[in-house]
């Protein structure tokens, strides 16, 4: 039981060190100061009309979506949920706080995009590694793809084109930086996934009820 338990324990950290660099890699993004990643250009765009900061639209557009998903009866893990919520949460801090500074020329603002890039897929080492399930947006994807049968590439594309075109409707910031990081991000998160040789398919993951269960004979 005991060795059952410190291997859960290892798999929360896991789980919160890959939301918070997650977090990280966005806020070094948007501080690039090159135009804003799409699904931010949207959380801005809402934030702008509801009042919230970037990270509380975030929030509120994760619970949609989770929402969207869980009536669909798609799988909802303990990872999502998680995801839901301190993503915007950390991502508020770290603005904030200040700690990533912002970037005033075109090199310094495509380095700190990069770095924000390949951040994302470390996170995603870390938070897919745990095995507590997709993130709500992730889901989705998941949503429309078994619902339409079409490619999952187009179906990732006409989330975040709706998502970048309905925030820019709504104010929210969209420049170069949008493109290098619509385009670059695969790529970043193929590069960290080669180095780190990490195989996203030997990655079981649970949903919250697989989640429950396991830490119900775990505490027997």
């Known amino acids: 039981m005991a060795d ?33 990643p799409p699904w931010d250009v949207f959380h ?17 557009t994760a619970l949609v979506i989770v929402a969207v998903v869980v009536l669909v009866k798609e799988r909802v893990g303990f990872g999502t949920l998680c995801n839901m919520i301190f993503v915007g949460v950390f991502m508020d801090v770290i603005l904030s706080k200040d700690w990533i500074p912002l970037m005033h020329g075109f090199i310094s603002g495509v380095a700190m995009m990069i770095g924000g890039l390949l951040a994302l897929g470390v996170a995603s080492v870390l938070y897919i590694g745990a095995g507590y399930g997709a993130g709500p947006r992730d889901s989705l994807m998941v949503v429309l793809t078994k619902r339409t049968g079409k490619p999952v590439g187009l179906c990732r594309g006409c989330i975040e084109g709706t998502a970048l075109l309905t925030g820019w409707l709504l104010g929210g910031y969209a420049g170069i930086g949008t493109v290098i990081s ?29 989640t429950c269960l396991r830490l119900k004979n775990i505490l027997r």
Do not use: C, P, W
Request: glycine share 12%.
């Open 182 to 210: 619509a385009l670059g991000i695969g790529v970043a998160v193929q590069v960290v996934f080669s180095i780190l040789r990490f195989d996203v398919k030997a990655i079981h993951q649970e949903s919250l009820y697989e």
């Open 44 to 60: 801005q765009g809402v934030g702008l009309h509801l009042g919230l900061t970037l990270g509380r639209a975030s929030i509120l």
């Open 4 to 36: 059952s338990f410190f291997r859960e324990i290892i798999r929360v950290i896991k789980l919160f060190m890959g939301l918070f660099v997650f977090a990280i890699g966005v806020v070094m993004i948007l501080r690039a100061n090159l135009g804003f």
